[in-house]
């Protein structure tokens, strides 16, 4: 199940929902390529790991994978980081640099937080993306590079476009394939298989004896919403190793909010959802519950098996 790929860097990446096996077999089809890919998802949700995912699954796992974290770096500072200078461009360079991107050659070069690129840098960006040539900062000669660009943002990137902070041209460039990691909550399948393989850890760190849940634990794990994703997933499983020094985790090893379920659907969530997310949701919720067996949901839901049919192919709902 969580095997997908023999290489080192990728064991414990956990895919048991279809949403997540499907992200990552296309991912793994990709990483053979050079084509731009954008990674969506909300926060936390695993697009570093995809990243990772698009570099180690293919023939450039020989080569760097180059990370720039987009609004950590100052925009000055940013574009010889990226394009490097030779001596004497600006009152520093004493010595000639290469840059992040032909560091990188042969692997990957992974911009975290895309959309935060200043518009000069969005510009320079777009012609390496478009032809993989650019100079180094005060030089003139063109130097070409064999990179894969991979781009990654917790917001929407076409509202940026809308916006107008974030270029039309560059979006399209690195979106020809547009992946997006699903929330937690929208793939419940993974959050056990997920809370297992940290436990794991944990264990092997002796942080801890124990080696299962207890069943509320589960069932609280399963029902809660994850607004931090991934990310609170792991921090709260540590948390409960640290608390368990017996075989089992028991329901009081979670933090209090865990487990007193939020009453709403839309509890927890930095965001109000739509009205068709909460259905999607729902209908998800329902068929989880009926272990997927339609007349019993299209029973609860108060539709037709056809209507059932209709908004599961809809939403992509397995
Ligand atoms: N499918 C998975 N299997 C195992 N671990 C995962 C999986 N998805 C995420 N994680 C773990 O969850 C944590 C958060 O993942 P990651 O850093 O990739 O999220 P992110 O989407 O890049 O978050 P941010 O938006 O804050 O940058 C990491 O520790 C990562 O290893
Ligand atoms: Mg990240």
């Known amino acids: 199940m969580t095997a997908l790929t023999p290489v080192p860097e990728l064991a414990g990446v956990v895919a048991a929902s279809p949403a997540m096996r499907d992200l990552l077999k296309l991912a793994s089809r990709l990483a053979e390529g050079r084509t731009p890919v954008l990674i969506q998802g ?15 699954a293919g023939p ?17 500072l940013l574009e010889s980081e990226l394009f490097g200078h030779e001596a004497g461009a600006f009152t520093d360079a004493k010595q000639p640099k290469a840059g992040k991107i032909e560091l990188a050659a042969g692997g990957t070069v992974f911009f975290d937080q895309v959309q935060d690129l200043t518009p000069n840098l969005q510009a320079k960006l777009l012609r390496v993306v ?33 916006a107008g902070t974030f270029r039309q041209d560059l979006y399209h460039r690195l979106s020809v394939v547009p992946l997006t990691v699903p929330p937690l909550r929208e793939r419940r399948d993974d ?44 921090s709260v499983i540590e948390r409960a190793a640290l608390y368990t020094t017996s075989d089992v985790v028991a329901s009081a090893a979670l933090p209090p909010h865990i487990l007193e379920q939020p009453a709403t659907l839309w509890a927890g969530r930095d965001r109000r959802p739509s009205l068709k997310e909460i259905e999607k949701e729902y209908i998800r919720y329902v068929l989880d519950q009926v272990a997927g067996q339609q007349t019993r949901a299209a029973a609860i839901l108060g539709i037709s098996r056809k209507a059932l049919w209709e908004k599961r192919r809809r939403y992509g709902i397995r």
């Open 60 to 76: 450039r796992r020989d080569y760097p994978l180059i990370k720039v974290h987009c609004p950590s770096i100052p925009s000055e």
């Open 191 to 234: 959050i056990l298989p997920l809370a297992e393989t940290f436990l794991a850890r944990e264990r092997q760190r002796r942080t801890t004896p124990a080696r299962a849940f207890a069943r509320e634990t589960s069932e609280a794990l399963k029902g809660y919403a994850w607004p931090g994703n991934v990310r609170e997933l792991r």
């Open 42 to 56: 909300e926060s936390g949700t695993g697009k570093d790991l995809l990243a990772h995912w698009l570099h180690h």
């Open 130 to 162: 478009e032809d993989c040539r650019f100079e180094r900062l005060g030089g003139t000669e063109t130097i070409e590079v064999d990179v894969r660009f991979v781009a990654a943002s917790s917001v929407d990137v076409r509202q940026a476009v809308s």
